[in-house]
T-cell receptor, first 113, second 112 residues
Framework: DAGITQSPRYKITETGRQVTLMCHQT?????MFWYRQDLGHGLRLIYY???????DKGEVPDGYVVSRSKTENFPLTLESATRSQTSVYFC????????????FGQGTRLTVV | AQSVTQLGSHVSVSEGALVLLRCNYS??????LFWYVQYPNQGLQLLLK??????LVKGINGFEAEFKKSETSFHLTKPSAHMSDAAEYFC??????????FGPGTSLSVIP
């Protein structure tokens, strides 16, 4: 099915553990994004990628690592999870043209205990 | 720096009443403006977007928004609220290929 999918949908991990959130899109969109959603803050950009092997920091990149070896995949890794990283994470993609719609995954709810 | 503010983190309306969700932006260049809706446990989906062709933009589900440059606003309205409109609404501004700034969101409740 065409679209953008995130996995897992829910994840509980312990402080200090490494965890990777997956994102896969089938449109061959150039741009992909990772956001975190927290109450009162809306969506904040963590990292984005303009193409395979091109990534850049967003507003809140500390504690996160991304890679993009293939156009369709954009995994987000928390190297050593902290409780402050408990959040809902959204992956999104766009074709890259201005004023075009961003397509969002359904989100991953991550709890760090 | 670009920013988006949404007045009112929570808005309640009665079913059938007017819905008005406020969005103001600051941008040093003419922006591209969007409204997204998020239903519970789902990702965001596009409601409407502003193009320079018209200041009044119609979107899905009966929503529309008016761009007012003098007021730097892009408020979202719907003449008659429906129960299914209960959701979180986000205003967003795009000023370059990699800069989409989202507002903090407004949670809309519809009272039967």
């Amino acid at each position: 099915d065409a679209g953008i999918t995130q996995s897992p949908r829910y994840k509980i991990t312990e402080t200090g553990r490494q965890v990777t959130l997956m994102c896969h899109q089938t449109w061959s969109h150039s741009y992909m994004f990772w956001y975190r959603q927290d109450l009162g803050h809306g969506l904040r950009l963590i990292y984005y990628s303009a193409a395979a092997d091109i990534t850049d920091k967003g507003e809140v990149p500390d504690g996160y690592v991304v890679s993009r070896s293939k156009t369709e995949n954009f995994p987000l890794t928390l190297e050593s999870a902290t409780r402050s990283q408990t959040s809902v994470y959204f992956c999104a993609s766009t074709s890259g043209a201005l004023n075009t719609e961003a397509f969002f995954g359904q989100g991953t709810r991550l709890t760090v205990v | 720096a670009q920013s988006v503010t949404q007045l009112g983190s929570h808005v309640s309306v009665s079913e059938g009443a007017l819905v008005l969700l406020r969005c103001n932006y600051s941008s040093s260049v003419p922006p591209y403006l969007f409204w997204y809706v998020q239903y519970p446990n789902q990702g965001l989906q596009l409601l409407l977007k502003y193009t320079s062709a018209a200041t009044l933009v119609k979107g899905i589900n009966g929503f529309e928004a008016e761009f007012k440059k003098s007021e730097t606003s892009f408020h979202l309205t719907k003449p008659s609220a429906h129960m299914s409109d209960a959701a979180e609404y986000f205003c967003a501004v795009e000023t370059s290929y990699d800069k989409v700034i989202f507002g903090p969101g407004t949670s809309l409740s519809v009272i039967p």
